[in-house]
């Protein structure tokens, strides 16, 4: 098929009924349209012309003043049309887009030392503020796109991310016995438990074993002195001699106090076998963890990252892509994560099936914002997208 390069004005119509396959390829940014018996709106989060733009799930989410204002990071390099599954070149940089109307419109932001362009890694003292109204945290590691860490370390702002400090070290996680010889492999999802502490889902990989790449574990890690030092809590899924991967956790505390975890799942031993999603409770704060349930497919090879949030009716909303089908889905639960609602789709069929890793965010009127990444017949190289709805 042949790759075409203008961009559409954006514009907002309504399509009534149910749509189908083929307005599938098309360009949907500032297009209202009703599917599964709700309304969801199309907007552009970030693109810009003969760039590959990215991995939302890589980078993180934040929000503030009730999910008014929403912030979110993705990857930005050349883009390469014979670069493979990732028509994506070198650099690869780091950057975020900006929503102050809850997802509605959004500004690309390049703010100066954040990851891949801070100095060199430092200890931190230790005064971290997490519990400030403003404050944000990046983690950075290695194993994904303009992150090259083994050992791990993160950034902080106090003004909502424009600007940031850091990179700061992880002091004491590599001396933990659990994480000797092991490469940090996390990305950015945590939760604050006080002014001087948080709890921070991370991943882990072995690179002496077999599929080394395919293989890393998710385990809690938390300080409670401001970032003086970190201590390992424990796995939430455990090593095994013939162990599926088990990465990329979205974590929340549920109303009841609990803790869920959804993990990416593949069988790094056989590439047939679909990827999926499973999620893991604790009800000890992160001390031990038990399987809860199984969300959904994600498709072959590598499969798709999930999205866990809580919403404010107390439900669980948990988003994925399916790259086979080329969809990006949401199930609901109304009993922590126990049990799931049917699939819903909420866009589907893209130009590629590089497509989803999405982040999910719930803004200050009650709707779900998904952001993900994909290209279209008419927009080839891969822009940022999210679809707002009232769930």
């Given at each position: 098929?042949?790759?075409?390069?203008?961009?559409?004005?954006?514009?907002?119509?309504?399509?009534?009924?149910?749509?189908?396959?083929?307005y599938?390829?098309?360009?949907?940014a500032?297009?209202?349209?009703?599917r599964?018996?709700?309304?969801?709106?199309?907007?552009q989060?970030?693109?810009?012309e003969?760039?590959?733009?990215?991995?939302?799930a890589?980078?993180g989410i934040?929000k503030?003043?009730g999910?008014?204002?929403?912030l979110?990071g993705?990857?930005?390099?050349?883009?390469d049309?014979?670069g493979?599954?990732?028509?994506?070149?070198?650099?690869q940089?780091?950057?975020l887009s900006r929503?102050?109307?809850?997802?509605?419109?959004w500004?690309?932001?390049s703010p100066?030392?954040?990851?891949g362009?801070?100095?060199?890694?430092?200890?931190?003292?230790g005064d971290?503020h997490?519990?400030?109204?403003d404050?944000?945290?990046?983690?950075s590691?290695?194993g994904?796109?303009?992150?090259d860490d083994?050992h791990?370390?993160?950034f902080?702002?106090?003004?909502r991310?424009?600007?940031w400090e850091g990179g700061?070290?992880?002091n004491?996680?590599q001396d933990?016995?659990?994480l000797?010889?092991?490469?940090?492999?996390?990305r950015?999802?945590?939760l604050v438990t006080?002014?001087?502490s948080?709890q921070?889902?991370?991943t882990a990989?072995?690179?002496?074993i077999?599929?080394?790449?395919?293989?890393?574990?998710?385990f809690?890690?938390e300080?409670?002195?401001?970032?003086?030092?970190?201590q390992?809590?424990?796995?939430?899924?455990?090593?095994g001699?013939?162990?599926?991967?088990a990465a990329m956790?979205?974590?929340?505390r549920?109303?009841d106090?609990k803790?869920v975890?959804?993990?990416?799942?593949?069988n790094?031993?056989?590439?047939?076998?679909?990827?999926?999603?499973d999620?893991?409770i604790?009800?000890?704060?992160?001390?031990s963890?038990?399987f809860?349930?199984t969300v959904?497919?994600?498709?072959?090879?590598?499969?798709?990252?999930?999205?866990?949030i809580?919403l404010?009716?107390?439900?669980?909303?948990?988003?994925y892509a399916?790259?086979?089908?080329?969809?990006l889905l949401?199930r609901?639960?109304?009993?922590?994560g126990?049990?799931?609602d049917?699939e819903?789709?909420i866009r589907?069929n893209?130009?590629?099936?590089?497509?989803?890793?999405?982040?999910l965010a719930?803004?200050?009127?009650?709707?779900?914002?998904?952001?993900?990444y994909?290209?279209?017949?008419?927009r080839?190289?891969?822009?940022?997208?999210a679809?707002?709805?009232?769930?």
């Amino acid at each position: 098929m042949q790759n075409r390069r203008n961009f559409l004005k954006q514009g907002s119509f309504y399509l009534g009924g149910t749509l189908f396959m083929p307005y599938s390829m098309k360009e949907l940014a500032g297009i209202i349209c009703n599917r599964e018996n709700q309304q969801i709106k199309y907007v552009q989060v970030a693109s810009l012309e003969d760039r590959y733009l990215g991995w939302p799930a890589n980078n993180g989410i934040w929000k503030w003043d009730g999910g008014l204002e929403i912030l979110v990071g993705f990857t930005d390099g050349p883009f390469d049309q014979e670069g493979g599954f990732h028509r994506i070149g070198n650099p690869q940089l780091s950057k975020l887009s900006r929503s102050k109307d809850g997802g509605k419109t959004w500004e690309i932001e390049s703010p100066d030392n954040f990851v891949g362009s801070a100095g060199s890694v430092i200890s931190y003292p230790g005064d971290i503020h997490f519990g400030h109204n403003d404050f944000a945290l990046r983690v950075s590691s290695a194993g994904y796109h303009g992150n090259d860490d083994i050992h791990g370390h993160f950034f902080i702002s106090y003004d909502r991310g424009k600007s940031w400090e850091g990179g700061y070290r992880f002091n004491g996680l590599q001396d933990n016995d659990e994480l000797k010889g092991l490469e940090i492999t996390s990305r950015t999802n945590y939760l604050v438990t006080g002014e001087n502490s948080i709890q921070i889902f991370m991943t882990a990989r072995n690179p002496k074993i077999q599929h080394a790449d395919r293989r890393d574990k998710t385990f809690i890690l938390e300080t409670k002195d401001g970032g003086r030092t970190f201590q390992f809590i424990s796995w939430i899924v455990p090593w095994g001699a013939q162990d599926n991967r088990a990465a990329m956790p979205s974590g929340v505390r549920t109303k009841d106090g609990k803790m869920v975890v959804a993990v990416r799942v593949k069988n790094p031993f056989d590439l047939k076998v679909p990827s999926w999603i499973d999620c893991y409770i604790s009800a000890n704060n992160g001390r031990s963890w038990e399987f809860l349930s199984t969300v959904g497919q994600t498709g072959f090879e590598n499969g798709n990252p999930p999205a866990l949030i809580t919403l404010k009716d107390g439900r669980l909303a948990c988003c994925y892509a399916n790259r086979d089908t080329r969809q990006l889905l949401i199930r609901y639960s109304w009993d922590n994560g126990k049990t799931w609602d049917k699939e819903l789709v909420i866009r589907d069929n893209p130009y590629t099936y590089d497509m989803g890793y999405p982040q999910l965010a719930e803004n200050k009127n009650g709707e779900l914002v998904a952001i993900y990444y994909l290209a279209t017949e008419v927009r080839s190289n891969n822009y940022i997208e999210a679809a707002i709805w009232q769930p």
